[in-house]
């Protein structure tokens, strides 16, 4: 564990908390850990009746539609990466697909056809999403190398 969490390729979510991973493993340093920076990952969880997977575990139950921050305006389209629970609850670290701001969505036209279009790129951080922001999966269709098309499901 150690070893995975020096590589470059560990998440950044992992690597903000190596320092107290290494007061926790160290015996030369004495080093409380509060309860609440601990966390269980798992590959899937069942919330409400809905299953919700990291991405590596199975693609079409990781992609979620969400509020980011619980604020319901905007229905954002994201890739679960991890899926934990800490003492405070359940959450999913999510990387979200960015906006596209130099082509209008051609499905804004259309507010009975739960369709968004998107930019196939990724945020290169990850956020934490709690599940009751989650609205519900979504279908993604590579619509070109540059975009997707989000189909609420």
Do not use: M
Request: hydrophobic share 35%; proline share 8%.
């Amino acid at each position: 564990l150690k070893h995975w969490l020096n590589r470059p390729s560990c998440p950044p979510v992992f690597r903000d908390v190596k320092s107290l991973f290494d007061r926790f493993v160290s015996p030369t340093v004495d080093a409380i850990i509060e309860d609440s920076l601990r966390a269980v990952l798992h590959a899937r969880v069942t919330y409400k009746g809905s299953i919700y997977t990291r991405e590596s575990t199975h693609v079409g139950n990781s992609l979620v539609l969400y509020y980011p921050d619980g604020v319901t305006h905007t229905q954002i389209p994201g890739t679960i990466k991890y899926i934990f629970r800490t003492k405070d609850g359940l959450g999913f670290a999510v990387q979200r697909h960015l906006p596209l701001h130099s082509y209008p969505d051609p499905f804004r036209h259309y507010p009975y056809f739960p369709a968004q279009l998107h930019s196939s790129s990724l945020a290169d951080h990850l956020e934490v999403v709690r599940p009751e922001w989650v609205v519900s999966h979504f279908a993604r269709w590579k619509f070109s190398p540059q975009h997707i098309v989000a189909v609420s499901l």
